[in-house]
């Protein structure tokens, strides 16, 4: 019943100006009048007002932190672990984020806004904010992983009922991996080193699911009662405890993949659990219920809160620990796919073509393997890329460089030993010089040098580079 009203008619407004109009305050954000001719400013969420009074400026954190998205400010956060200072990312536009993850080899971030129906990046400073993938109409994408170890980023979509890849290298090469017996399909993480993905299905029959990264060898994690809302997963690599949150039945529970064992490490009523992300050894959790971020142990506990509760309606989050990212080797460095390189197992990967028009000068085929039994041996499936199909093999090309070293050592032997002067130290400055050592993340091919832009060494290669006489550089990886 209703007990009382309220109405509003601009033209019974009366006329005057106040200390905020538009044409006579300089606050940035926010301008909050003291008096009729006075006014102070202040800064929003993550911001802090500068010495000049009117300037407001977000300090970006450089390590141990968790990155969450707020749809209601429409604003991405950046909350310090240990002392729970808040930053805003400052970003141009605004956005109603939903899922997000982070590339810790490159600082970027990407989350969906199923508004705008777009996949963003930027990274963490705010810099080259970009429209990383446009999405179909009436796309709902929940959740976004990224598998920066092969470069690849995985998202689901509940309206299509699918789980597509893309590759970070080039985001015009993406492919429907599973587009069967999907029905609410949420959140979804990966397992770089097994080839595996990860997600969770709150339709008519809520589980965990689980396949290899082109879509194969799917099978249920675990299957949760009936009306059950699995929201976020994360998942412990190193003890191979997978978590998960119900919304629904207000939980937070792991089960270990290798064992099957569960355990229920919270529960809470009227809580609405949605995003989860690890870091160390701790959970961070968002619930719509709270303005603040919780944070549990691996091993249960009490929640915790970390930083003010100060903001709105909070999704998802990611987090970044310098000491929590794995410099494993990837499988698809080797790799000769065309289009898409997706790891199976701990050893083997699959190509596989992207779902888009194909470029003629750059057709795909998918193959399982070539015709050269020194590849074979790595027990890699490879495709026919024509880049890499020269009609030799590995012990080939070995061969030939074996007779052409010998030839050049004989003839300098015979034939310019006496005309070069021992008492000079000769120097290759010149173009064909290379460099013996270099860090391997994932150079851009279309430099002359990789770009690194973490710094994260990977110590699990060995890498020599030698000029061969076809004008490019064979590349030597021996695994750890």
């Known amino acids: 019943m209703a007990s009382d009203i309220v109405t509003f008619d601009i033209h019974n407004q009366p006329e005057f100006k106040g200390a905020c109009d538009d044409d006579t305050n300089f606050c940035e954000h926010l301008c909050i009048p003291t008096a009729n001719t006075t006014y102070i400013c202040k800064c929003g969420v993550g911001y802090t007002l500068e010495e000049n009074m009117r300037t407001c400026t977000s300090s970006v954190k450089t390590d141990n932190y968790v ?28 956005y109603k984020g939903v899922a997000i993850d982070i590339n810790p ?57 699918v789980i597509v890849v893309v590759s970070l290298k080039n985001k015009d090469i993406y492919k429907t991996i599973v587009n069967e017996s999907l029905d609410q399909p949420r959140d979804i993480i990966v397992h770089p080193e097994r080839g595996v993905i990860y997600w969770t299905d709150w339709g008519k029959e809520p589980k965990i699911e689980r396949a290899t990264m082109d879509g194969g060898n799917r099978s249920i994690i675990m299957s949760l009662e009936q009306n059950s809302w699995p929201n976020a997963l994360a998942l412990d690599v190193k003890s191979m405890n997978l978590f998960w949150v119900d919304a629904k039945h207000e939980v937070i529970g792991r089960i270990n993949i290798d064992t099957g064992v569960k355990k229920i490490l919270y529960s809470e009523p009227r809580a609405h659990f949605f995003g989860m992300t690890l870091v160390g050894d701790n959970l961070y959790i968002t619930d719509w219920f709270r303005k603040h971020i919780s944070r549990l142990s691996v091993d249960g506990g009490e929640l915790e809160q970390v930083g003010p509760s100060t903001f709105s309606k909070l999704n998802g989050i990611t987090g970044y620990k310098k000491t929590d990212i794995r410099t494993v080797f990837s499988k698809c460095l080797q790799s000769t796919c065309s289009h898409l390189c997706l790891p199976v197992s701990g050893k083997d990967y699959k190509c596989a073509c992207s779902d888009g028009d ?74 064909s010089r290379v460099d013996t050592y270099y860090k391997i993340t994932f150079p851009d091919p279309v430099r002359d040098e990789p770009n690194f832009d973490s710094g994260i060494e990977n110590p699990s290669f060995e890498c020599s580079v030698e000029d061969v006489t076809l004008g490019g550089n064979i590349v030597k990886y021996n695994p750890m």
């Open 67 to 94: 990155v969450t998205v707020d749809s209601y400010q429409k604003q991405i956060y950046q909350i310090q672990i240990g002392t729970g200072d808040v930053s805003a990312i400052p970003l141009v536009n605004f």
């Open 358 to 431: 194909q470029n003629p000068l750059y057709p795909c085929r998918e193959v399982d393997d070539i015709d050269n039994q020194a590849i074979k041996v790595l027990s890699h499936k490879r495709d026919g890329s024509p880049a890499l199909t020269i009609g030799l093999s590995v012990l080939g090309v070995v061969a030939v460089l074996v007779i052409v070293v010998a030839a050049v050592y004989i003839y300098n032997k015979k034939f310019r030993g006496a005309n070069i002067a021992h008492d000079r130290l000769v120097e290759d400055t010149g173009a």
């Open 105 to 161: 080899f490159t600082n970027t971030l990407y989350w969906s806004d199923n508004m705008a129906n777009v996949i963003m990046k930027a990274q963490v400073d705010g810099f080259q904010e970009e429209v990383f993938k446009r999405l179909p109409n009436e796309s709902i994408s929940d959740g976004i992983a990224v598998d920066y170890i092969n470069q690849l980023l995985f998202y689901t979509c509940t309206f299509d009922k």
